[in-house]
Every structure is written in C-alpha cells, then in structure tokens.
C-alpha cells in the first residue's frame, strides 16, 4: 500500500515484463558486486509464465501490480531515510547499530493473477480472478488488500530460484545490511560467509558485550545455535565459522553444508516419501 502518487511515479516502468527485469537486476547486481560475474539466471518455474504468453490485458494488470508495490517500497524507503535523518541530526548516528533484513523471500501467494484481496485465497484456498477494471484503480489504496502475481515474486528473487515457503535459495536466501559507523569501518563493503537468521541476537549481544543468560526469572533457556557475524567486520575474508544450516516450511525441506546444499519441493508431492531432492554446490 501506499499513497498514489508515489505509485503513479512507476507509470508504464514495468511494462517489458518480469522476464526483461530479471536481466536488468541481474546486470546491475553483477555491477554493484552483489553476485559472481558468471552467475546465471535460473530458468522458468512451473508457477511463472514467460511475460510473451500472457495477453495484452493480463501485461497491464500485471504490470500495474508491480508499479504499486514499487511505490510502497518508495515510500517505506523514504520513511527510514527520516529516521536516518534524525539520528544524524541528534549525533547518534554513528553509535547506533542498524541490521536491515528481508523475512524471506518475494512470496507468489499472489497466485497466477495477482488478487485485490489476499484474503480471498486465504479463506478459500483458491487463486482469484484477473482483477476488474474498478478494482485495478483501488489496488494500494486502503480499499485493498492486493497481492502482486506470482511472476514478480520470482523476479523479486532475481537471479534465485522459487520463492518464500519453499527452502531454495529463492525462499531463504535474503539481502542483510549491517551499519555501526563507530565499529564498521568498510562501509559498503561485501561479505560471503554463509550465516542464518538466527546469527543476528548472538551478533547484537557481542556487540554489546553482553552474555546470553542461562536462566530467566527462574525459567531455564532454550540453546541458542547462534554464531556472532562480528568476526567479518574488520576481515571479508575471514574462514566462515557457520558449517551447516537446515531448513523447513510447510514440508519443503533443505540442508546447506560447507557450500553443497541439499533441498526438496514438497508443494508438488502428496507423500515425503516420493519428494524429489536435489543438489546443488
């Protein structure tokens, strides 16, 4: 959601399509150093169509979902710059630690044709309808509660395969941005040492200095397999000390260790035992 002027700004932006995006975000993350130079996109899923199948009225509509979410991120972007703005502005800035993260992957719960209301498939487990020409006008306003198709979530992934519930990469592997100007002199510096979600409180806490207390209010505490990201700060090089990693959601399994990764779609199968696992390094 977010105000119309802020969607309008995207007018006829993604209009070649989700398949032309991918190209251009994947040449610009090469650029930016985000990925390898020979890193290639992966192919279609069996949930996104090549834009050149749809119909002209099915490219507007689409392509009119994805101008909406831009201007949400717009919008949302600008509302962290105030903050940034005002940390700044009081001194503090520089002493503060900000971790920026993703929660997952770009999801296709949107279905095949996006929807004005994402509750519709919730409550009813069925994909909707190509929206009206009516409720074209509404998606982002308060009116909706839309969901971009499934398509855009694949390009949101770019250039990973699937998207958020599975456990390819395209479901887990997400963007981390880490600021503490006082303690991190590399700004905008990279770092490929595989870590989890789960690493960032065991990161926040040695930053802090501050030890994970065994008991509670008398309540004992769950382990915590966490591991500290702070030893890459001063050193992109440094030996990564996370090994392994497993996943789960909804019975999509994976398992990445020291660089080979493991990992079954359990979407399309009605039994564990028939899941087709594939490998990747």
Not at 127 to 134: G, H, I, K, P
Not at 221 to 237: G, L, R
């Amino acid at each position: 959601h977010a105000p119309k002027e802020y969607i309008d700004r995207y007018k006829g932006k993604f209009d070649e399509g989700w398949d032309v995006y991918r190209e251009k975000v994947l040449a610009r993350q090469k650029e930016m150093g985000i990925v390898p130079q020979d890193t290639v996109l992966t192919g279609h899923n069996y949930l996104a169509d090549p834009w050149d199948t749809l119909t002209e009225k099915q490219k507007k509509v689409f392509a009119r979902f994805m101008e909406v979410f831009a201007g949400y991120l717009t919008y949302t972007d600008e509302q962290l710059g105030r903050l940034l703005d005002y940390l700044k502005k009081i001194g503090q800035y520089e002493n503060t630690l900000i971790v920026f993260i993703s929660d997952n992957g770009a999801s296709g719960e949107g279905g095949p044709e996006g929807c004005f209301s994402e509750y519709y498939h919730l409550m009813s487990m069925r994909w909707a309808n190509l929206v009206t020409d009516e409720e074209l006008e509404l998606i982002g306003s308060p009116e909706a509660a839309n969901h971009y198709p499934r398509g855009w979530g694949w390009a949101g992934n770019t250039p990973l395969k699937m998207y958020k519930t599975w456990c390819h990469a395209g479901g887990v592997k997400v963007p981390c941005i880490i600021s503490y100007p006082d303690r991190i002199k590399d700004r905008g510096g990279i770092r490929r040492q595989y870590h989890h979600v789960i690493d960032i409180n065991r990161t926040v806490l040695d930053i802090l200095g501050i030890e994970q207390p065994d008991v509670i209010k008398g309540v004992k505490q769950a382990e915590k397999p966490s591991i500290s990201m702070a030893y890459t700060f001063d050193d992109p090089d440094a030996p990564r000390q996370r090994l392994v990693q497993y996943y789960e959601m909804l019975g999509n399994r994976g398992i990445w260790a020291d660089g080979w990764k493991a990992v079954a779609d359990h979407v399309i199968s009605d039994s564990f035992e028939e899941d087709k696992w594939e490998l990747y390094h």
